[in-house]
């Protein structure tokens, strides 16, 4: 009768046995793992398959000595925990944007996703995020090739059946294969699907490569690059052209939350009553979820930006002597001062002035905001309102100053939606303190996270709110030249959206010059904010040269 081991050697024998069981499921699950797609969803009947990749490997642990193996066991090991990364970020990205990870330029939203995670739960929280990220990167990227080590270690105690085992899975993997076995109706018995990722980042990287040919030949390509200034915006001489972004305001908004359509509904009434008349319809952006600089940038060049690489490459391109004409550009080459409101902007942003063409650019630092914070938003959007009104149009715009075209992006309606801040008398908005007695009893952003139903309607009124504050804002001024383009830039994530939604956006022109929506009757937009099914949807890129030909001296 054999004696029972010490205690000692029992224990490290028990630690040995997990440390090896959870190698071997850490590298089962980085070559089974499928690769995230569209409407995909995580099932551990993914686990329930045989890997090609992983046959292959075996038999190279058991063919392999010395440093050739240990060469294997990094670089295989460094793979596998790239790919594994690789599907986790897909999943994240398709999940709140609607695409996969780009390899080549969604690095750079590292910064960005810390800040909005800070401004919707907390900068702590954000902090510990961004740490638990950078360990899970460390220590898969480490920990993968620590686990290829430990399978040939145990593959070295059982060579033989090792050996019968990598026979049996080879035959078995090619049986199911000719059959079409499979767990479920996508996912085969026989799979390949970490080979199929790594073609598919190869595959991606090239096409992000021809990509930057395809968008430098379409760049230079501008029908308005040398209209004379003269006969540029001929139909809105002497007016005030504001283009107001309410952020996350999707085809969802109008479609599904009640707030929103009643908010639409009433003030469209609210307008009328006050002599203005609308047009709204849908634009196709290029983005969803976030990333708004690419809606931005797309209805501003008339290019369909649908990527940080087009964008970085649209905002390069001006120092290499390519000068693609904005909507603000256009503006300011006819005569008008044109600015840019970005109130969550926090830090120079010179390219709003080289590229954009705006003659100034005002940012949470410069529109004098003393109140509270709202959740992402430093200021609530009846402020940047009132900030724009008394900076900008003060005086008519009869000799004192031009007429001025703007930007504005009202930000209240990010993600988290919460806190949300409630209209205010305009003569009491002042330097924004005024708001410092809602900062207490405003409903915080825990309790409308604690459920999905508590997002949604959270997400429906404060997209409300923004609409009532541009609404209350236009019934106010005493600017009867002023224009307005009152438009989403994406749609929310999909908590919100829900699977499959659009891209559609509402957009809308709301003028009291009859003459002003006239010159667009023939886009057959329909009456009113609020637009229906039934309504025109153009891809966001084809706003500008619409925009500018109808307001141009053939337009109308």
């Not at 099932?43 to 075996?58: F, N, S």
């Not at 290499?320 to 909507?327: E, F, Q, S, V």
């Not at 959007?381 to 000799?399: I, V």
């Amino acid at each position: 009768m054999t004696p029972p081991a010490p205690r000692g050697v029992a224990a490290r024998r028990a630690a040995g046995s997990v440390v090896t069981a959870l190698a071997l499921l850490l590298l089962w699950v980085a070559l089974v793992a499928p690769r995230p797609v569209l409407g995909w969803s995580a099932t551990p009947l993914a686990l329930l398959r045989i890997p090609a990749e992983g046959i292959l490997l075996v038999a190279a642990l058991l063919l392999l000595r010395g440093a050739a193996r240990r060469w294997l066991e990094v670089v295989a090991g460094l793979v596998l925990g790239i790919l594994l990364l690789v599907r986790l970020l897909d999943a994240a990205f398709l999940t709140t944007l609607y695409r996969p990870f780009n390899p080549i330029t969604d690095w750079r939203y590292v910064g960005s996703a810390k800040d909005l995670v800070g401004d919707s739960v907390g900068s702590s929280t954000a902090v510990l995020a961004v740490v638990g990220a950078a360990l899970l990167v460390v220590g898969l990227l480490v920990a993968m090739p620590l686990a290829l080590r430990q399978l040939g270690r145990l593959l070295d105690r059982h060579p033989s059946g090792a050996l019968r085992s990598v026979v049996g899975a080879a035959v078995v993997w090619l049986v199911c294969l000719s059959v079409g076995v499979g767990v479920t109706s996508d996912l085969p018995v026989a799979s390949s699907s970490t080979a199929g990722l790594a073609v598919h980042e190869v595959t991606s990287v090239r096409d992000g490569l021809h990509d930057r040919a395809v968008f430098a030949g379409q760049i230079p390509i501008d029908p308005f690059l040398d209209t004379p200034p003269a006969d540029l915006l001929t139909a809105l001489r002497g007016k005030d052209v504001v283009i107001v972004f309410v952020e996350s305001y999707g085809k969802v908004a109008v479609t599904q939350s009640r707030d929103v359509a009643t908010a639409l509904d009433a003030g469209t009434k609210s307008l009328v009553s006050a002599g203005y008349s609308t047009r709204s319809a849908w634009l196709t952006s290029p983005t969803f979820g976030g990333v708004s600089w690419l809606a931005h940038s797309t209805l501003q060049s008339g290019l369909w930006v649908d990527s940080q690489q087009r964008y970085d490459q649209l905002l390069d391109a001006e120092p290499g002597g390519t000068k693609r004409l904005t909507l603000a550009r256009a503006f300011a080459e006819a005569g008008w001062h044109t600015v840019d409101v970005i109130p969550a902007n926090r830090r120079d942003w010179p390219e709003g002035i080289a590229f954009y063409g705006y003659d100034r650019v005002y940012d949470a630092r410069t529109l004098g905001y003393a109140g509270p914070g709202w959740g992402y938003a430093p200021m609530p959007d009846q402020y940047t309102l009132s900030a724009f009104d008394r900076l900008e149009l003060a005086h008519p715009a009869t000799g004192s100053r031009r007429p001025v075209m703007a930007e504005i992006d009202l930000v209240t309606s990010h993600v988290p939606w919460a806190p949300l801040p409630r209209l205010v008398d305009w003569a009491q908005v002042g330097n924004g303190s005024v708001f410092e007695a809602q900062a207490g009893t405003a409903t915080p952003r825990d309790a409308v996270w604690s459920s999905p139903a508590g997002v949604r309607a959270a997400y429906g009124q404060s997209v409300a709110y923004s609409i009532d504050s541009v609404v209350s804002f236009l019934r106010g001024t005493r600017d009867d030249n002023l224009v307005v383009v009152m438009l989403g830039d994406h749609q929310p994530i999909t908590l919100v959206s829900g699977d499959n939604a659009s891209h559609d956006v509402p957009v809308s022109v709301i003028s009291r010059d009859p003459a002003v929506l006239e010159r667009i009757h023939a886009w057959d937009w329909q009456s009113g904010l609020r637009p229906g099914s039934a309504a025109p949807v153009w891809p966001m890129d084809r706003f500008r040269d619409r925009f500018l030909t109808a307001y141009g001296p053939q337009g109308g």
